[in-house]
């Protein structure tokens, strides 16, 4: 029998690598990730010699606040095993929604808990959809695609613009430290992030939604509440997509109804890179975020080259694709039972 | 029936009766679990043990019937429920969860909190608390894929004592073990009746039931037979009370198995110098016409390795297989079903049943994918061979049309079976055909086995239970660490004789005189 035994003798350094990668393998995609974003941060001041700037580097995650949050959201479906198609469509509705609400003179306290509380309603149905119907989440969460994006046409067919004051503090205040800035927005996706990551790795809801991402059946005989966190990772995700609403209005200073059209396939990407698999199990919020970080670091290079924008999603397929090979080859490798 | 009435049952089970559409699973059965006893919950496959323990774990309801635990009626709903009611199991297939460490698993759900949430090190040192009280010291933070199937269920043991776990049930633990194994999952058995905790045990060995058990109830057709002290039942009762009829079988396939074999001529396979490195050290395989050749080792000796080699299923890098005499490259299975060699793999659920099939797709699958998809088999051809095998090897329930997933696993072997024998096979090999399945089926198989032989059909036999081996083959070759290790005439060597080879034998190639 191959136990191995705890009471060796003083490791070595090799030993020590050799016990961190065969205890934490499935950190390494996310490793990789930090990888390619110091690669790709260096790559960039070596060849436009302003790119490392703190104006720079505070814009990369201003402009991408929404998308970090989706990510974090995203995370805990994809850790299940699942995947939430709808967080675009969701995102432009409650964006939309709160816009148009503002315009008519509802109070800001009033219209932000109605944001947030639509992106989790929707994602309450794709979570029982999922749960009590048995329905695939691919389909599920597809038809929270539409219904989102169907609400939101319902809402305005045009774009709606926002003048309310605390919404466009959001954006508009600037917190400086040195040359770096950040503005709530910013603080409101870092924050999401480290609640997401505390909720995944420090409480029995996140380790919950590892196992069902291991094996369900396991969690379900171990006694887990394995149906209740299934539906909360959508209601989450579904939170998340309500936030990112409020965020992306509180940048553009307006609302439209196509909105993130094709951002949940960004958010996806971005999840992968960051080392979460998508057969659920192994991920990371904060691989999630260093994954948004690469994807924005792609998108602002792109701009600095003032080509296509189109090059951004070629380069991330591209990583994409490599990233699901290594993951496969990791996992793979791992687990090898001994 | 005997019922110890001196020391109260922790978990009295009575007038159990479950219905599934069409099947009567359990009929009014009464069953009594006592502290501090291992009791053996014997019966052949669709005797109803899965029903009875799956009552007992909250994973069926119960139609009619009580379930009283330390005295109080309970209801069930969930596995939640029984966990909270002090019952635990660790079933045959380890059910936690590869992708997290040894010492959550052993935690998860129950790990200790402090001001910030889960403390981990607390997880851990918990863990290897629990760990260390089976006598198991693991690095609790490697994680669980890494480690053997064995230790798995060690683990999951350990996790059913976090739970305070009161009534343990280990559904078949032991059919992927070894011997050595075993020996340590026993010990721990034994510690924990020392504690008082009440062990429900379902194994197919029978060797293992008398060795470990206290008490056994044996159920037949989903009625209870009876309840004996093991001290008060000898094998040939049990065996009896679970087939019903008496089994002479046994004995019948041995004597149709003990035949001579013509190895005068050109071989059926010769396998010359065929391994693979890092996976099998070049071997030697030579199968007559008509012969039943047995493979023979522990787990992880190079058994499914070799035979992997054989169908192309893993590519071998080193030696020749010759077919007939005539040089026959097989790189790929399809290379092995055009030479009319039939595998059936060792792993049932993953790589053998479609689950949602019927058993009659399941049945004509191999046929079909010989013929190849564009001339599909008429519904008469697929009426033909389906009629003629689930007769010829007496499949239950006996409809073809029922999807396989609801048969017991020694019906669903028997569709395997059917399924590689409609191709019409020359070879046949059989990599563990009898694990985990009932007494009876595996009578059943055994005796298709020797019958098929008798008429021609070579056939190359994998299977830890070393006793059918000798019964059933006219060769056994040993193998031991990837490495064939000798050959070996089962009409010349005892089941001890075997097992001290597999064990002892010095690192000279062995050969028996013919």
């Known amino acids: ?338 | 029936m005997t019922v110890d009435t001196d020391v109260p049952p922790l978990v009295s089970m009575r007038g159990i009766t479950i219905a599934f559409p069409g099947v009567l699973a359990l009929d009014g059965v009464d069953f009594f679990l006592r502290p501090g006893e291992v009791h053996s919950l014997m019966g052949e496959n669709g005797a109803g043990k899965s029903t009875l323990i799956k009552a007992l774990t909250g994973v069926y309801a119960i139609d009619s019937g009580t379930i009283a635990v330390a005295g109080e009626e309970r209801r069930f709903d969930s596995t939640a429920d029984a966990q909270a009611a002090g019952i635990s199991t660790v079933y045959q297939e380890v059910n936690l969860c590869a992708n997290l460490s040894v010492g959550e698993n052993v935690m998860l759900g129950h790990e200790p909190r402090g001001r910030l949430g889960i403390d981990w090190s607390a997880v851990h040192r918990e863990a290897a608390e629990y760990l260390a009280s089976l006598g198991l010291h693991l690095d609790t933070r490697s994680p669980l894929a890494q480690h053997s199937i064995a230790i798995q269920q060690l683990v999951a043991i350990s996790r059913a004592m976090v739970l305070e776990a009161k009534v343990l049930i280990l559904d078949e633990p032991t059919s992927s073990l070894d011997r050595g194994e075993v020996e340590q999952l026993f010990t721990v058995m034994r510690a924990l009746r020392e504690r008082g905790v009440a062990i429900l045990f379902v194994s197919h060995f029978l060797d293992q039931v008398y060795e470990i058990s206290d008490r056994i109830t044996v159920l037949r057709n989903g009625r209870l037979i009876g309840e004996h002290l093991v001290a008060e039942l000898p094998r040939e009762a049990l065996v009896t009370e679970m087939i019903g009829r008496e089994l002479d079988e046994l004995s019948a396939i041995s004597d149709a198995a003990d035949r001579d074999i013509d190895r005068t001529g050109t071989p059926v396979l010769r396998a010359a110098g065929v391994g693979k490195k890092g996976v099998l050290e070049p071997a030697d395989l030579e199968v007559f016409e008509g012969e039943v050749v047995g493979l023979a080792g522990l787990l992880g000796s190079g058994r499914t390795e070799l035979v992997r080699l054989l169908y192309g299923a893993d590519k071998a890098d080193a030696g020749s297989i010759e077919m007939h005499g005539e040089p026959a490259k097989v790189h790929a299975p399809r290379h092995a079903i055009d030479r009319r060699i039939a595998f059936s793999s060792e792993n049932r659920r993953s790589e053998g049943v479609v689950a949602d099939l019927t058993v009659a797709e399941n049945m004509v699958l191999g046929v079909q994918a010989q013929r190849g998809w564009v001339r599909r088999l008429s519904k008469a051809e697929q009426d033909a061979i389906v009629t003629e095998y689930m007769e010829a090897l007496g499949v239950r329930p006996a409809d073809p049309h029922v999807p396989i997933g609801t048969l017991s696993g020694g019906n669903q072997q028997k569709v395997l079976l059917a399924r590689w024998l409609a191709m019409q096979p020359e070879l046949l090999i059989l990599d563990e055909p009898t694990r985990g399945i009932d007494v009876g089926a595996k009578a059943d198989i055994q005796r298709k086995v020797a019958e098929l032989a008798a008429k021609g059909l070579s056939v190359v036999f994998i299977s830890s239970e070393l006793e059918e081996v000798l019964r059933i083959t006219q060769r056994v070759a040993v193998l031991r660490d990837r490495r064939k290790i000798g050959e070996l005439d089962p009409t010349s060597v005892d089941l001890d004789g075997l097992v001290d080879f597999i064990a002892h034998a010095d690192h000279d190639e062995r050969s028996v005189s013919r």
């Not at chain 1, 949050?69 to 709160?98: Q, Y």
């Not at chain 1, 109804?257 to 999840?271: F, M």
């Not at chain 1, 990233?323 to 090898?336: E, L």
Request: charged share 10%; with cysteine.
């Open chain 1, 1 to 338: 029998m191959s136990a191995t035994v705890v009471d060796a003798p003083a490791p070595t350094a090799m030993d020590r690598v050799r016990t961190f990668s065969a205890r934490r393998a499935s950190v390494l995609p996310t490793l990789a990730a930090i990888v390619i974003l110091v690669i790709l941060l260096i790559g960039a001041q070596a060849e436009f010699g302003n790119f490392l700037s703190p104006r720079n580097l505070s814009a990369l995650l201003l402009d991408h606040a929404y998308l970090m949050v989706l990510a974090v959201g995203m995370t805990f479906v994809i850790v299940t095993g699942g995947i939430d198609l709808s967080v675009g469509s969701v995102m432009a509705f409650t964006g939309i929604l709160g816009s148009s609400m503002l315009a008519s003179g509802t109070p800001v306290w009033i219209v932000i808990p109605v944001m947030l509380a639509g992106g989790a309603a929707i994602g309450t149905l794709i979570g029982v959809l999922v749960q009590y119907f048995n329905v695939q989440p691919f389909i599920a969460s597809l038809a929270g695609l539409f219904l989102g994006r169907g609400l939101a046409y319902v809402v305005s067919l045009s774009s709606i613009r926002v003048e309310n004051e605390p919404i466009l503090w959001l954006q508009q205040t600037r917190f400086l430290i040195g040359d770096w800035y950040i503005t709530p927005t910013g603080i409101i996706a870092l924050a999401v992030v480290a609640a997401g990551a505390v909720i995944m790795a420090l409480t029995r809801f996140g380790r919950t939604v590892y196992a069902i991402g291991g094996s369900e059946q396991s969690a379900r005989l171990m006694g887990l509440s394995v149906a209740r966190t299934k539906v909360l990772v959508y209601v989450i995700s579904g939170l998340c997509g309500g936030l990112a609403g409020l965020l992306l209005t509180a940048y553009s200073g307006a609302g439209y109804p196509r909105n993130g059209i094709g951002t949940e396939l960004d958010v996806i990407a971005c999840v992968v890179i960051g080392g979460t698999l998508l057969t659920g199990g192994r991920g990371y919020v904060l691989g999630s975020m260093i994954g948004v970080f690469v994807f924005a670091t792609i998108n602002t290079i792109i701009s600095f080259m003032g080509a296509e924008q189109s090059w951004t999603h070629i380069i991330i397929g591209a990583l994409l694709l490599l990233f699901i090979v290594v993951q496969r080859a990791i996992v793979a490798r791992s687990d090898r039972r001994t």
